[in-house]
């Protein structure tokens, strides 16, 4: 069997998808990737083994008119670059992740009446999605009801990185010090905002000689933050990115984060209590509706900032911190909740019902 995953931008599509091709690889299928020149999909593809290709792709919203334009010419292109990839590859079905590169690819199969396969990872799907859920054979949700309910639409949840599962197996998801650990996670998009939001909150609380931080603050913020806790006299790590999510979930009591769907996904997953701030640009507010989720369930605090740094945003985190941070209680119990929002087996529901489709088809 040869699969054809396509994903590519940013690592809230590039990691489901990677799941569902480490599932198809298991299981002995071919695995070819069209994603985007110097990127993480393609150096996570030369690590797996996986063939690889690029496309151009751009998004359309949010744009001057000239670079609509462009990105307009651009699908043009990346729809029949993917038509000759698809006809060199020949794959049994294809498999998109969402986002604008998706477009291309997942046309082309319509066309040449290849067996579609989409995910949405968000609570509000896609542009793309949406388009591409008119041509699918199935839509698979990573949160209940984001596209209206027809009979191809089903509620999967979101595949999460199987070293993170793995982590949670290999040790106790308790942490035993008497020291609080907190995990921040800035991640790539918004993180200066939300560092310092964070930074004006920390600075108030007096006494953090039993806290230990580990903080991941983006690419550009690793030298501020090092300094702020170099100051503060505090027991941290500060780092632009985590490599073993599994190990930093595991130690931490209590997690501050954006509300990306895979990172909603890892906290239930690794049965942690947290507090999120939604990227408050980001599109649709998708972040905050999947904020919701876990907030609705009693596993989250949500707190919502303006998009640019301010007073009281700060001190309604500090309120908020300052409580869970002393209510070991509280935070279990939102832990627990958080555990009964963890959907488990997610790529083997995804590998059965693809297979199951492409058997009926031939």
């Known amino acids: 069997m040869k699969a054809l995953i ?11 998808a990677l799941e569902v091709a480490r599932t198809f690889n298991d299981s002995g299928a071919e695995i070819h990737w069209i994603g985007k020149d110097q990127s993480l999909e393609k150096e996570i593809c030369y690590r797996e083994n996986f063939n690889f290709y690029r496309i151009k792709s751009e998004g359309f919203r949010n744009k001057s008119f000239i670079k609509k334009l462009i990105s307009v010419i651009l699908l043009q292109l ?8 698809l006809i060199k590859i020949k794959p049994d079905f294809v498999f998109c992740c969402g986002g604008y590169i998706t477009l291309g690819p997942g046309l082309s199969s319509a066309f040449l009446r290849i067996p579609l396969f989409i995910h949405e990872q968000n609570s509000i799907p896609g542009t793309a999605n949406k388009f591409l859920s008119h041509f699918s054979d199935y839509v698979f949700e ?19 990185r199987r070293e993170i599962i793995a982590s949670q197996y290999e040790k106790s998801n308790s942490n035993n010090s008497k020291e609080f650990n907190l ?11 939300l560092n310092s939001i964070l930074i004006t909150a920390l600075s108030k609380i007096e006494d953090l000689s039993d806290w ?7 690419k550009e913020d ?14 941290s790590l500060v780092v632009p990115f985590i490599r073993d999510m599994g190990s930093a979930y595991s130690s931490a009591d209590l997690v501050i984060s954006r509300a990306g769907a895979m990172t909603i996904a890892e906290l239930a997953v690794s049965n942690k209590a947290s507090i999120l701030l ?19 369930h009693g596993a989250a605090e949500v707190l919502m900032t303006n998009t640019s740094t301010s007073l009281s945003d700060s001190t309604r985190l500090l309120n908020i911190l300052l ?25 083997d529901k995804i590998y059965k019902l693809i297979n199951e489709s492409i058997k009926k088809i031939s």
């Open 183 to 193: 995990l921040i996670l800035g991640g790539s998009q918004g993180s200066q905002q």
């Open 142 to 160: 990573g949160f209940p009801s984001s596209f209206k309910e027809s009979g191809k639409t089903v509620f999967v949840g979101n595949p999460v």
């Open 222 to 235: 690793e030298e501020r933050l090092q300094g702020f806790y170099s100051d503060l006299n505090v027991k």
């Open 278 to 296: 939604p990227l408050p640009w980001a599109t649709d507010n998708h972040q905050y509706y999947n904020a919701m989720y876990l907030k609705e």
């Open 6 to 16: 396509v994903a590519g931008g940013t690592g809230g599509h590039i990691y489901p």
């Open 323 to 347: 409580d869970l941070s002393s209510n070991t209680k509280k935070r279990l119990s939102m832990a627990d909740s958080a555990k009964l929002c963890s959907v488990p087996e997610v790529t």
């Open 78 to 85: 990346s729809l029949v670059h993917s038509f000759l990839l």
């Open 212 to 218: 230990r931080i580990t903080h991941q603050t983006g």
